[in-house]
């Protein structure tokens, strides 16, 4: 992602200073000269401020169909508070420090919930719902962004188009500390900022990810998180929609009760099937659904979260629906940020009682209290974040910033992992052979798929952004020679894997040329196929630190990205197997391979159109220390343990010391997932729901 630095710098209250960070940010585009184009294994259309043309056509388009969608946004919009005045209780200015402890507040006559939910994510909107369908619980949840449903214009809906989402209203647009490891980058690190959370920004891909990674979860202190146990969440989130053009997808290993619709795209560009046929030919075999017991090694099409009418399902559009919303027992709170949690003493353990929030960084300040919990749902960073601000976390860094300290837990904020990617293998489609999706950069085209998707909710805009891939396992002796070179050495790699059966490189691949997130633009006319290799278990972990004390300062994000030298390596390995793939039939006849000499990175074709025997090892390390980006999977910063001194939740995802605070959502992982984690934080929270009832 380019950025301009401006010549002013900021100030953090840690005393460092930054360059501000201005996004060169394209808008909306379908001229041919900012064709449809994908982030490594997504597609999105390209941006510009320039083209008047597309949002005449695009609100044209919108007036009459499909205006259930318009009037749903309408209802659901009517139900969201906006302003915390009418659920919380305003603080007198002389006690509106949200430093300061419940003792110094006056809470008397304060709005009282039994649950209070702070983040309306991917967790949070599932939590909502189900404690709500007691009435007699009353719940409250608070989502920094707006609501899920703003109209037909959102694209939110619209399974394709999710980079469209990046630096909107609907994305935090946090940035990485520049990135030691990774040619000193200051990284992109987009999250999700509305009802529904990264559910509602993401890739849409519902993926149970390997069975092993959930026995492991419980080998490192997570009782209670094994795959058997969430196989049944799993498949209870799930409603999965039977699709006649794959026949092989067994319904019995599909959930069909669920509130999130699943299914296989009939909108796939062809290009897939022949990917997924060349996969074979290199030794990858099909498999017919990646969510099964038998795991998720192989190739195929992704499972998406699109529903019977092409639309995105989200865990706000599936849970929040406009009946749910009704419920006078449910609560919630949009354009509203959690500034502290507050805590009463019992007995010598601090016990979380309420929230203090409000609407802007310099408006009034509210206040909520909670009778039985806080539930966190804020994610891997922003939950964090919260915690620290609230005194939960490193002493010394608390202290530092003059947080004064309720609990000392180290591990708040740290052991940060995220999914790692090569960046862009981009190879040229021989001319003729019409397998891209460049024909969408043609206004008239893109109007037509558009009206096409509005309409009947089928056609390319239906499709989800990475259909297919394969999962494979760097030191498969099946792929050997593939991850060999005739230049140099085969790269070692150390197996970080859960299991024997799960996978540490992910294969992506769309039909489209894409470089620098589709911020850059590719050579004129070029047509052809971008692929990516991801590490799915990184051994290199980062940390969320505070910047300041008021929640208002993005925190410091350091991923640490690349830091062990075994990422690179296994990003080597896939990097150069998906060299080999694009040269197996029937792949390879679909492309040309003009070879070049030069190996500085600046040829948007290398290395994919260079002979993987004659690239080097070292050539290989060096573009990806250049060119590798996130696939903004981030775990693991308050992660499940047995106690305080390794982790910062228990096996019931209760904050370690203190009473009435629960952390639901991906910070809790105690590792990595092999996979794309969506799914497995609204299973994780249909779970938390349950354990929250039997502790009642």
Known sequence: MPVRHSAAAASTDLGVRVPRVVPCRPLLDFSPKN????????????????????????????????????????????????????YATKIPETGQDSTATKSSIDVNGWNQYDYVIVGGGTAGCVIASRLSEDPNVRVLILEAGRGHNSGLLDLTHLPIGFLQLYRTEVDWNFETIPQAHADNRQVYFPRGKLLGGCSGTNAAIFHHCAPEDFDEWER???????????IRYLLKVEKYLPNSAYRDVDASHRGSEGRIFTKKSEEIPPVNKTVLEACQNLGIPY????????????????????????????????????????????????????????????????????????????????????SREVVMCAGSVATPQLLMLSGLGPS??????????????????????????????????????????????????????????????????????????????????????????????????????????????EITWGAIVSLDNG?????????????????????????????????????????????????????????????RLTRMEPLAELLEFKLVADESGEDVFWPGNTDPDEVSDEALQAWIRKHACPVFHPVSTARIGTNAENSVVDAMLNVHGVLGLRVVDASVFPTQLSGHPCAVVAAMAERAVELMQEER
């Not at 490192?220 to 969430?230: C, S, V």
């Open 396 to 505: 010394a860094h608390l202290q530092d910033l003059g947080v004064t300290v309720v609990k000392d837990l180290p591990h708040v904020g740290q052991n940060l992992a995220d999914h790692i990617a090569t960046g862009s293998l981009v190879f040229r489609a021989k001319p003729g052979t019409n397998i891209s999706l460049d024909y969408l950069a043609k206004p008239l085209n893109g109007a037509i798929a558009l009206l096409k998707w509005l309409l009947t909710g089928r056609g390319p805009m239906s499709c989800i952004a990475a259909a297919a891939a394969a999962f494979i396992r760097s030191d498969d002796p099946a792929l050997k020679e593939a991850f060999s070179s005739n230049a140099s050495a085969n790269v070692p790699v150390r197996d970080r894997t859960s299991g024997p059966g799960a996978p540490d490189i």
């Open 519 to 579: 911020f850059k633009k590719p050579p004129p006319g070029c047509e052809g196929l971008t692929f990516s290799a991801i590490a799915l278990r990184p051994e290199s972990t980062g940390s969320i630190r505070l910047a300041s004390r008021s929640v208002w300062d993005a925190p410091v994000i350091d991923a640490n990205y690349l830091a062990s030298e075994n990422d690179v390596n296994v990003l080597a390995r896939g990097a150069r197997l998906i060299m």
């Open 35 to 86: 064709p449809v184009s994908i982030c490594r294994h997504r597609f999105a259309l390209t941006r510009s401020t320039k083209h008047s043309h597309i949002r005449r056509a695009w609100s044209c388009l919108c007036s009459p169909p499909r205006l259930s969608i318009t009037n749903m946004g309408a209802v659901a919009s009517s139900q969201l508070k906006d302003s915390p005045s009418v």
């Open 287 to 370: 498999t017919e659904d990646l969510n099964t017991r038998k795991g998720t090694l192989g190739a195929t099409e992704f499972m998406g979260t699109v529903d019977a009418k092409g639309s995105r399902s989200s865990t706000a559009t599936a849970y929040l629906t406009p009946d749910v919303l009704a419920r006078p027992n449910l609560t919630v709170g949009v354009h509203v940020r959690a500034e502290r949690i507050i805590f009463t003493d019992i007995d010598g353990t601090s016990r979380a009682s309420g929230v203090i929030l409000a609407s802007s960084a310099t408006g009034a300040r509210y206040g909520v209290l909670a």
């Open 220 to 230: 490192k202190g997570a009782a209670g998180w094994n795959y058997a146990t969430m």
